[in-house]
C-alpha cells in the first residue's frame, strides 16, 4: 500500500497539489497594522465584518501593506522612513523574506504588485540626492532586488497599479527629507508635488502637477476605480489659516477636479487626508482625517460633497459592504455609509494608517 507520503510526493510530481489561496488564511478582506496593548505590533487580517482572521507579529511600527494577487501572502511596510519590509506568509505565519532598503535608501510604508505577482515595485527615496525612486523585486527569486527607476518626483508615498495596464500610479509628495533629520521637511519653499504615471520600465506616461498656488499641497495617497480615475488625497504643508483643497479626481481623459466639503467640515479636516478610497460600485469617493476624526463622502461623477461621518482617530479606509469600511487608533472598524454608522466591530488594538483591500486576480 503506497503511504502517505508517497502519495502526497506523486501529486507534487505530477503538479496536481492545489496552489494556497488567501481561504487558507481565513478568507480576510482586508490588511491593516496595528499597535497591540502590549506595545507591540502586528500586521493583521480582517474579514469583511471586521473581525480577526490571522495576525502575524512585526518587529516594529507598521504602516501599509502589499497584498499578493494570488496567494496568501503580504509584504507589511515599516512606518516611514523605514529600512525594511517583511515578506509574510498569512496562512502559516512565517517570514518568508526580508526586503532591506538599497544603500542610501529608505521605503516610503507603500508598495504594489504587478497583475500576475511577479513583481513588486516600493516607493523609496534616494535621500543623499533628494531623488524619489521606485524600487522593482523578483517576487518569483524570492523578492531579489533587479532595479528601480527615478519616479520623477520628490517623497513618493503611495504607489497603484492602474486598472489594465502595465502603469504604476505614484504620489510624489514633494517633500524632501533625511535620516539624520529625522521627519524634518527640508524644502517646503520650492515643493514640487505631482502624481505620475510610468510604465514599468519607468518612462513618464503623464504627469499631475498641482497649480503653484497649491504647491504645498502633498499628493499623498492614491485609490483607483476600474475605469481608470484616480483619486488623491493630500496634506497641506502651508499657512495654517488656509483651507485649501485636499482631494482631488484625475479623470481618465486627463483632466483634473479638486473638491472640497463646506467650509466648517472642511476646516475640522485640519488640512490633513489620511487615506483614500472610492466604494465598491464606484459612486462614491471618500478621504479621512484622523486629526479631524472625520470621514467626508463626495459624489465620484460630480464632486459634489455627500456628507461626513465623525469617528475618533479616524484614518484607515477602504470599500465595504455598507459603502466604505474605517479603522481608527481606538481599534474600533465601522461600517459606513455616508453619514451613518451601520455597525461596528470593537478591537483592542490600535490601528495605523490605512486599511488595505486584498483582491485577489486568481
Known amino acids: 500500500m503506497a503511504t502517505r507520503r508517497g502519495f502526497i510526493a506523486g501529486l507534487i510530481a505530477a503538479g496536481l497539489v492545489p496552489k494556497r489561496s488567501w481561504a487558507d488564511a481565513g478568507s480576510p478582506s482586508y490588511l491593516a497594522a496595528a499597535r497591540q496593548p502590549d506595545g507591540l505590533f502586528s500586521l493583521i487580517g480582517l474579514d469583511s465584518y471586521g473581525a480577526e482572521a490571522f495576525r502575524v507579529p512585526l518587529p516594529g511600527r507598521g504602516h501599509a501593506a502589499a497584498a499578493h494577487p494570488t496567494r496568501p501572502e503580504a509584504v507589511a511596510f515599516a512606518r516611514r522612513p523605514g529600512t525594511f519590509a517583511l515578506v509574510i506568509d498569512c496562512a502559516t505565519g512565517q517570514l518568508k523574506a ?156 486627463g483632466t483634473v477636479q479638486y473638491l472640497q466639503a463646506p467650509d466648517a467640515p472642511h476646516r475640522a479636516m485640519e488640512r490633513y487626508a489620511g487615506s483614500v478610497s472610492f466604494c465598491a460600485d464606484g459612486t462614491l469617493l471618500g478621504i479621512t482625517s484622523p486629526r479631524g476624526g472625520q470621514v467626508q463622502v463626495f459624489q465620484a461623477e460630480t464632486g459634489d460633497y455627500a456628507g461626513s461621518y465623525w469617528a475618533d482617530d479616524v484614518c484607515g479606509l477602504s470599500d465595504g459592504p455598507a459603502g466604505f469600511m474605517t479603522t481608527s487608533g481606538t481599534g474600533d472598524v465601522d461600517a459606513v455609509a455616508i453619514t451613518t454608522r451601520e455597525w461596528r466591530v470593537r478591537h483592542t488594538d490600535g490601528f495605523d494608517n490605512h486599511l488595505v483591500r486584498i483582491t485577489p486576480t486568481l
Do not use: C
Open 98 to 253: 526580508r526586503l532591506d532598503s538599497a544603500e542610501g535608501h529608505h521605503f516610503y510604508g507603500h508598495g504594489a504588485f504587478s497583475r500576475d505577482g511577479s513583481l513588486l515595485f516600493t516607493s523609496e527615496n534616494a535621500y543623499e540626492t533628494a531623488t524619489g525612486m521606485i524600487g522593482i523585486w523578483d517576487v518569483t527569486a524570492g523578492y531579489r532586488r533587479i532595479g528601480a527607476f527615478k519616479s520623477h518626483g520628490i517623497g513618493p508615498h503611495d504607489i497603484r497599479l492602474m486598472p489594465g495596464a502595465e502603469t504604476l500610479a505614484v504620489a510624489n509628495g514633494g517633500i524632501e527629507t533625511h535620516p539624520d533629520s529625522g521627519r524634518a521637511k527640508l524644502n517646503l519653499p520650492t515643493m514640487r508635488p505631482n502624481l505620475s504615471f510610468l510604465s514599468f520600465t519607468g518612462e513618464v506616461l503623464d504627469q499631475v502637477e498641482p497649480d503653484p498656488a497649491l504647491h504645498l499641497n502633498s499628493i499623498r495617497h492614491l485609490a483607483l476605480r476600474g475605469d481608470g480615475t484616480v483619486g488623491f488625497a493630500m496634506q497641506w504643508q502651508g499657512d495654517t489659516s488656509m483651507a485649501p483643497p485636499l482631494l482631488g479626481l484625475r479623470r481618465p481623459d
